[in-house]
Nanobody
Framework: QVQLVESGGGLVQPGGSLRLSCAAS????????MNWYRQAPGKQRELVAG???????NYADSVKGRFTISRDNAKNTMYLQMNSLKFEDTAVYYC??????????????WGQGTQVTVSS
């Protein structure tokens, strides 16, 4: 069984920074891709950023130049450094691990979500 623990959310003023973490534990052989999604009230969940096991990154246009995704493959942990935060970044942020290979098979996993609130 794979467990995901997200942390790092909170309340921050516009222009501030936060760093989110998503740590996976369990019998994991590999994780092909790690993604951050977010969902604001009344809106659909959207992809914020993703990173492959090889380090290829992609970002939503709305966060390019402000957010940086990274991962530590040895620790099965992913990070999202968020700088220059804006009001519109307020949302619940979810990590998603794609194509996770374990002794039980291959599947995706979602984290429980962490609230990020940008407010003055």
């Amino acid at each position: 069984q794979v467990q995901l623990v997200e942390s790092g959310g909170g309340l921050v003023q516009p222009g501030g920074s936060l760093r989110l973490s998503c740590a996976a534990s369990g019998s994991i052989f590999s994780i092909a891709v790690m993604n951050w999604y977010r969902q604001a009230p009344g809106k659909q969940r959207e992809l914020v950023a993703g990173i492959t096991v090889g380090g290829t990154r992609n970002y939503a246009d709305s966060v390019k130049g402000r957010f940086t995704i990274s991962r530590d493959n040895a620790k099965n942990t992913m990070y999202l450094q968020m700088n220059s935060l804006k009001f519109e970044d307020t949302a619940v942020y979810y990590c998603k691990l794609g194509t996770v290979v374990t002794p039980a098979g291959v599947r995706d996993y979602w984290g429980q979500g962490t609230q990020v609130t940008v407010s003055s």
